[in-house]
């Protein structure tokens, strides 16, 4: 007996459960399940997955924005010392209360839009003490909201008042102090940076990414976002699980790319709301093989975005992507931007490497669904 049966969806097609797994697809079975759902003709998609987001932070920066409606330009004010490191004052002030009850109110938003795994970083601490309270509240997320949450540490997003003007000595404390307490503590699975001539260098987040890979943690990257920062090519060097933003990225970065295996993780949010009208090299990315998977990059400066289906409607109406690229970038690309597969072979070999595990999902035999 399965666990829970999905009957009449598109097509008069069905969907049956065995605890977390699908155990089968097809016309409605004769075999019974514990509980029935009909979801009367509709149609069943696998869970959204946000894989960039910044859902853990304090205060605002609605002013901010204010500003940028009256002509101020998103460097100028991360220039004059407004931006990240205004979030990162609010965030260091904030209680792990207020810190977590504001992120639980966005990953409400977002799941009740249909995203069931979130990928939060942390980045707006800056010192250990606050960036570990980042990790640790995210974590709590699920206690609140029927999400999974999948942790990046995000020290490399800008240089603290307290390191001010002394950039490699911040990245000396992020990769000799702060990372080292990540990992120990396992309160993230990947590290990110943040790539660009208003934050930090090729040089500088490489020191980064080859310390967090001797940790035994993956790495992505902001990359090439406001300029053509290297930072594809230096992403797919370390084999980055995603570059994420990409509007500048260039042709060996993106063929660079395509050999590593990264995921590009499109994010129109920050595009629309930066009002930047330079779209991301799609035809280039689908035209070299890169997966292209999509996120709301929620965060209080550039993407104030709480909903997965209107990033979705963004990427197809600004970025000229296709809906069924859109449907595959925020499901299976995303969970692949996060290093999440399900047990399914990828490699000839897996289907003869492991002994007495069966990785059949389905036969068909002449057409039909025999088994599943
Ligand atoms: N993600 C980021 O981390 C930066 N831009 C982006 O798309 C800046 C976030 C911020 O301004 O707080
Ligand atoms: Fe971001």
Redesign the pocket.
Known sequence: MWDLLITDAVGGTAIALEGDRIAYVGKEPSQRAAEVLSVEGRLVTPGLVDCHT?LVFGGD?SGEWERRLAGASYEEIAAGGG??RS?VQATRAATDDELLTGAVRRAAALAAGGVTTIEVKS?YGLDLETELRMLRTARRIPEHVPVDVVTTF?GA?TVPPEFDGDADGYIRFVCDTVLPAVASEGLATAVDG?CERIAFTSEQIDQVFTTATALGLRVKL?AD?LSDSGGAALAARHRALSAD?LEHASAEGIAAMAAAGTIAVL?PG?AYVLREERVPPVDALRAAGVPIAIAT?C?????PLVSMLLAMHLACTRFGLTVDEAIAGATDHAAHALGLHGPMAERPAEIVYWLGANPVHAVIKRGKVVTS
Request: neutral net charge.
């Open positions: 910044h920066r931006g990240i979030t980045g995000l997003h943040f902001h976002q933003h994010l920050a990059d965060n209080p400066g550039t993407s």
